[in-house]
Structures are given as structure tokens and as C-alpha cells.
């Protein structure tokens, strides 16, 4: 796979699939001199049958002709399903592999890309890429078919040739700046369907939180606004597109004109046959089909290389190592030396801090998740074989995604369900009122439970993993102080002799934690107990006051 550009990637595609490529041009090629030939046919059956008053030789051309017309009607089927199999295996193709990359990138996809860009990329730019195929297949054979209609002009009459001829410059000249600036502006249309695109999945998924906070108006307000700027920025490339279209089609005719009007005055002076005429007529009209094939191959290729650039980016997102040194054998300590976190095995940890984005980014490091200087019994955990990390050290994230399944199913993951095992998990959650029945279906991302029933079900889930060493932010947010409450008991008995790190501010846990790490400007400013902390370290207690406070009210 080439991904050292737009260009290069398109190229190693069209590679990839030569022979429907192949198959294409070859069809499209035999199509447009089935048509070039007619032309020729007619004009014989003119020359020598029709103006030498010769039934039998008017009806043998003339039976060439229907011939010729049935062959370049099944050539033209075969053409066209030639290439929607080229174009559609290309799309298919490119689609493979960014579901391959999204799925290596895994839970690091969301912390590089929003899902707007991916469901983008997924579902418009990879089809876009398949039908910039189009110019290796139709238009090879345009090309070819235009080269060999100049050539039986130039039999006719050599000036004829050049003045078909010399509409491939004139083309250029007109259309290829419009090519150049189709692309700029659909490059621009394309990074804001992006950005809206991922607005929407955003507020998508958020519409039950802005619902409560009475924010829907106003997000909704934003999106139309933006909407509206991405449908004007939309009709800026379809108004270069079109004059790219008019004048696709439109010069053809300006040519047909012109050599109809000469062609027509070398007939009358002697210089060409009448069935000549109707040739040349024919091959000029027919010329107006490569050179349509043509001028949209270009669009093709031009919005090709816009999708490409960002399915090619997509593609060069980096995926963590797999492979490595083995774990260590045995539980051990992680410590991640940006912040000076030191999750002990064993033990639960409670990482406080006012900014949550800063205690995810330590479990984050700690989980291996991007990059790290982490270490994992002194053994830096970037040098780790990664399946070992993932089988041993979890990061429980609050919005991680809930698969549509059976509540049983949803809870036991990828392990085989064990309704004893499920069901403790369950309790150590408080999920009570979610678990009434193990069969009770879940629907994608649990859009049929409230926020606290899927924050519970998303820890239930952690909590039968079972890991060696489980980092969860936040898992209790969600839920009022009574629950909250009986998870902070529960919690610290089913994870007893098991490593436990929390990001959290809730009292309730802080009190249970074995070790307190305070956290100013994402370092840690003290570490101690939790009633330690509070009689020494006043941004401490301030934080975890505001908070009891906030929860109170």
C-alpha cells in the first residue's frame, strides 16, 4: 500500500485491480470503434451502393451496419458493467482497509480522529475513490477512441485532422484551470463536512444531556448555521463543476460546427464523396462522447484526489506496536514519570484533580494508550508486547461504547457468560435495576438506559474483566449519593488483591482509596491518605469540599 500521497495511493489502487482495469479500457475501447466504425459503413453503403444505384451492395452494407449496431450494444453493456465492478471493487477495497486501520487503531480511534471524520470517510470519500478509477478504464478508451477517429480524419483530409486535433489544447487551456480550482474548493467543502459531520454525531450522542440542560435550541441554531455555510460552500464547487460540464459539452459542438462547415464545402468543390461527408459528420459527433468521457474522468480524478487525501491521512494514523518484550510475570507497579503517579499492584489508588482531562491523560500513559514513558515493573511499557498489556492492565473510560447485545452478553465482553459471574458484577455495580433479567436486550451504545444505568453497566463490564490492574475515570458520576455509596463498598471488596486506580472527587471514594495522589497542572502536588490530605493540603480540601457541596445541592 503506497501512502505517500493521494496520488501514489490511486495509482497503487488502479495496480491492485489491473485486470478489471484491463477489462474496462478493453470494452470501453472496443465500444467507441464499434461507433467509430459506423460512421465508415455508412458511408460505403452511401458511396457504393446508394449513388451507384446498387441494391445488393446497399443492402450488404446496410445489414454491416445492424450488425455493428447489435455488437456495440452488448459492448456497451459489458463496458458498463466492467467498470461499476472496477469502481465498485476499488471503493470496497479502500473501505477494507479503513475498517482494517480503524479497527488496529482501536480504543486510540477517539482520541485521534472525532467520529464524524471516520463515518465521512467511511461512508462518501472511499466511493469518491472508486470512481476516479474511471480514467484508467473510459478514459484510456476515450483517449484511444479520439486518437483513432483523428486518424481516419486525417485519411479523409489532413486539415479535417488538425482541426479535431487541435481541439485537445483548446480544452486544456479552458478546462484544466478549472480542474485546478474544483479541487481547491472541494478540498475546502470537504474539511467543513468533516467538522459538521462530527458536530453532529457529538450532539447525537449528547441530545439526552443538552435535552436536560435546555441546550438543544442553541445547538440546534449552531448546526443550521454551519449547515448553511457548508451548502454554500457546496454550490461555490458545483458552480465550477457545471461550467466544467457545459463546456464539456459544449466545445465539442463548436468543433462539430466547424468541420461539418468545411467538410461540407470540400464536398461541394469535389474534394470528398458524399459518404465521406456523412463520415466525417459521424467521426465529429461521436468525438462529442470520448471527449464528455473525458472532461468528467477529470472531475472524477479531481474529487478522487480530495477523498483520497483524506482517506490517505486516515490510513497514516500511527498504530501502537503489537509486538515486544514479554510483561513481567508477576503484578507489579506501573509509574507513569510525567505526572509521578505510582499505581501500586494490590492496592486501590485515587488520582484527584479539579481538570479531569488531566487524570485521563495519566491513565491514558499508564494504559499505554499513545505514547508513554510509563514503566510497568521497570520495564518501560512502549517496549511491552501490547497483548499482554491489554489482557492484563484495563482503562475503563466513562463513554466507552456499549455493543448491542443481551444484558448478559453486554456484561461478560468477549469471555464466555457465566450468569454467577455476570450477576456478581453486577451487584459489585449496583445495577440492580438494570439486571432484573440477563436477557434483557441492549440496544447500541445502551440508548435504551439512562446515563447512571450505563455508567453502572459500563463498570459492571470492568469489573467482570477482572484485570490485573483496572484504571477507570470518573465511575460514578452519573449516580446519586446513596448508589454511590454502596459502589465504593462493594468496589473495594470485589477488586480486594487487585491493582485499582480511580479518577475521581467523590469523597465516597477518596475515603476507601489505599493512597490519595493529588494533582495540580497534571503532576502530583501530594500523596497521602485521604484524611491526611485533608488536614494538610488546602487545595485539597477546597476541591473535595466544592465537590461534596456541589453534591449535596
Not at 493529588?518 to 485521604?530: D, E, K
Amino acid at each position: 500500500m503506497d501512502l505517500r500521497g493521494p496520488a501514489r495511493y490511486l495509482w497503487w489502487l488502479a495496480r491492485r485491480n489491473k485486470h478489471r482495469v484491463a477489462l474496462g479500457a478493453g470494452f470501453g475501447t472496443l465500444w467507441f470503434a464499434s461507433l467509430a466504425a459506423t460512421p465508415y459503413l455508412l458511408a460505403k453503403a452511401i458511396d457504393n451502393g446508394l449513388s451507384a444505384h446498387d441494391t445488393a451492395v446497399l443492402v450488404a452494407w446496410s445489414a454491416g451496419v445492424l450488425a455493428l449496431g447489435a455488437g456495440s450494444a452488448v459492448l456497451g453493456i459489458m463496458r458498463h458493467r466492467s467498470m461499476t465492478k472496477l469502481r465498485t471493487h476499488a471503493g470496497l477495497m479502500t473501505a477494507d482497509l479503513v475498517l482494517e486501520h480503524a479497527t488496529r487503531l482501536g480504543a486510540a480511534l477517539p482520541r485521534r480522529l472525532t467520529a464524524g471524520e471516520v463515518v465521512t470517510i467511511g461512508i462518501s470519500d472511499v466511493w469518491v475513490v472508486g470512481r476516479a478509477m474511471n480514467v484508467l478504464g473510459v478514459g484510456v478508451a476515450g483517449t484511444i477512441s479520439y486518437a483513432t477517429i483523428a486518424v481516419l480524419l486525417f485519411r479523409t483530409s489532413p486539415l479535417l485532422a488538425v482541426v479535431v486535433l487541435a481541439g485537445v489544447p483548446v480544452l486544456g487551456v479552458v478546462v484544466g484551470p478549472l480542474l485546478t480550482r474544483m479541487q481547491a474548493a472541494g478540498q475546502r467543502y470537504r474539511e467543513r463536512q468533516g467538522v459538521l459531520a462530527g458536530r453532529l454525531v457529538d450532539v447525537l450522542g449528547g441530545l439526552g444531556v443538552l435535552n436536560g440542560l435546555g441546550g438543544k435550541e442553541t445547538h440546534l441554531a449552531r448546526y443550521r448555521a454551519e449547515s448553511a455555510g457548508l451548502r454554500d460552500q457546496g454550490y461555490r464547487v458545483d458552480v465550477t463543476a457545471s461550467w466544467v460540464g457545459a463546456l464539456g459539452t459544449g466545445l465539442p459542438v463548436i468543433f462539430l460546427a466547424v468541420v461539418t462547415w468545411i467538410s461540407a464545402r470540400m464536398a461541394a468543390a469535389g474534394e470528398i464523396t458524399i459518404g465521406e461527408l456523412v463520415a466525417v459528420y459521424g467521426w465529429t459527433a461521436i468525438l462529442a462522447i470520448p471527449v464528455d468521457v473525458m472532461i468528467f474522468c477529470g472531475m472524477d480524478v479531481t474529487r478522487g484526489l480530495v477523498a483520497a487525501r483524506r482517506v490517505v491521512g486516515f490510513l497514516r494514523v500511527p498504530v501502537e506496536p503489537v509486538d515486544g518484550e514479554p510483561a513481567p510475570e508477576g503484578p507489579g507497579p506501573l509509574r507513569d514519570p510525567v505526572s509521578g503517579v505510582t499505581a501500586e499492584p494490590g492496592r486501590f489508588t485515587a488520582l484527584a484533580v479539579a481538570r479531569t482531562a488531566e487524570a485521563e491523560a495519566v491513565l491514558d500513559r499508564l494504559g499505554r494508550y499513545g505514547a508513554t514513558d510509563a514503566t510497568w515493573s521497570d520495564r518501560r511499557l512502549d517496549r511491552i508486547a501490547q497483548p499482554e498489556i491489554r489482557d492484563r492492565v484495563m482503562v475503563a473510560t466513562h463513554d466507552a461504547d456499549l455493543f448491542a447485545g443481551t444484558l448478559r452478553e453486554v456484561v461478560a465482553g468477549r469471555e464466555e457468560p457465566d450468569d454467577d459471574r455476570v450477576r456478581r458484577a453486577i451487584d459489585a455495580a449496583v445495577a440492580h435495576d438494570v439486571a432484573a433479567d440477563l436477557e434483557r436486550p441492549v440496544e447500541w451504545r445502551g440508548r435504551n438506559l439512562s446515563g447512571g444505568q450505563r455508567q453502572r453497566l459500563r463498570l459492571a463490564r470492568a469489573l467482570h474483566a477482572d484485570p490485573e490492574m483496572l484504571l477507570a475515570a470518573e465511575p460514578t458520576s452519573a449516580v446519586d449519593a446513596h448508589t454511590e455509596a454502596a459502589i465504593a463498598q462493594r468496589l473495594t471488596d470485589i477488586r480486594s488483591g487487585r491493582g485499582t486506580v480511580l479518577a475521581t472527587t467523590s469523597p465516597v471514594l477518596l475515603a476507601r482509596a489505599d493512597v490519595v495522589h493529588y494533582l495540580v497542572g497534571g503532576r502530583v502536588a501530594a500523596s497521602g491518605t485521604h484524611q491526611h490530605l485533608l488536614e494538610t493540603e488546602q487545595g485539597y480540601r477546597e476541591l473535595v469540599t466544592r465537590v461534596f457541596d456541589e453534591a449535596s445541592a
